[in-house]
């Protein structure tokens, strides 16, 4: 296998984009990337693209032939493969380049993630994510994302010591971070108080303990480490790439305050990259709901079961603490377009480790992680990028 660099990153602004397309938000970050990469003159060997649900949400199928089209390739006849995995379609897209350059079979690669949620109403919108669950078990009886995330902060709340102010303190330690990115959908720091007087969407979690609802996307650009320094200065190195499943619908799980896809494909992430939890400088962790990076934190290993509530309270977590968790804003703040949201981390990782973060810049940062989730935790992919 070859050693895989990412050599150019683009992401759009995310919010509610009612000015612009599907297709025209991916071109936008595709050619912000290609921009970055300097690679105006190359040939694009193969797109991959992230993206959950167009059909439902613009009614649109068929995107990598689309997303190819409209990005100018369709003359070159150039590959394109649409990735689908829910939530976890970005970080899959991702996986997806990295193996195909990795193999030798592709130079240049894009893999990209994509998707416009607000042109339908929030209750199609809720029923399009509601599908990533199980149909027949849990969204034909009514349960929600918001519901599901609910049920796993009920049965962790009453398991350990997790108060409701710590779990505020995610979204507040978001929101902080999502002030300081131009790109993200909420740029406003936000109280514990905020949160908690918030309205109550799928109890305990409240509005604010919500991802919102988003159009986005984002792309990268790959290449072999080998010929990196051809395009950039600043080459990031993929130093892992793993990817787990588990069952769809939550009640078949072994435990459902814990994710055992995101501690399978955790533990395979550090065994490929032969590195430790304490050499991580920073992680983006699939909030989706701010439970879901309580629990991400210890499903990772970065603590043990039990002791995320108290490590984000303590600061840990923050933009200046031991292990800063989204520094992005998290989907929180920066927003959930679901199909772009892993390739939206890589971004975030990349212009980290570039010291290009401005604002929310960790100094001296070497060695990044994403973590995407599908669903619930049916299918998790992790990534370990370090400077080149
Ligand atoms: N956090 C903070 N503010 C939010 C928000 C969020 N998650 N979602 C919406 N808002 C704000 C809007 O900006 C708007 O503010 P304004 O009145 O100042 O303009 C206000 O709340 C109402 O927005 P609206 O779009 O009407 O909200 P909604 O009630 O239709 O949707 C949720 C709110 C929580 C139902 C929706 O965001 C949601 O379903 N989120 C979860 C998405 C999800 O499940 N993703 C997949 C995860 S696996």
Known sequence: MRDVAVIGVGCTTFGEKWGTSFRNLFVEAGGMAIEDANISGETID???VGNMSAGRFIDQEHIGALIADYSGLASEHTPSTRVESACCSGGLAFRQAVIAVASGMEDIVVAGGVEKMTDVDTPTSVDALAAAADREWEGFVGATFPGLYAMIATDYMNRYPLTREQLAQVAVKNHYNGARN????????????????SSLVADPLRLFDCSPITDGAAAVILAPLERAHEFTDTPIKVLATAQASDTIALHDRRDIS????TVAAGDRAFKMAKLERKDIDLVEVHDCFTIAEICAIEDLGFCKKGEAGKLTEEGVTALNGKLPVNTSGGLKACGHPVGATGIKQVWEIVKQLRGEAGKRQIDGAEIGMTQNVGGTGASVAVHILGRA
């Open 182 to 197: 131009p790109i993200a959908q909420f740029q406003h720091e936000i109280s514990i108080d905020t949160v908690i007087n």
């Open 258 to 261: 814990t994710m055992d896809a």
């Open 46 to 48: 193969a797109l991959y």
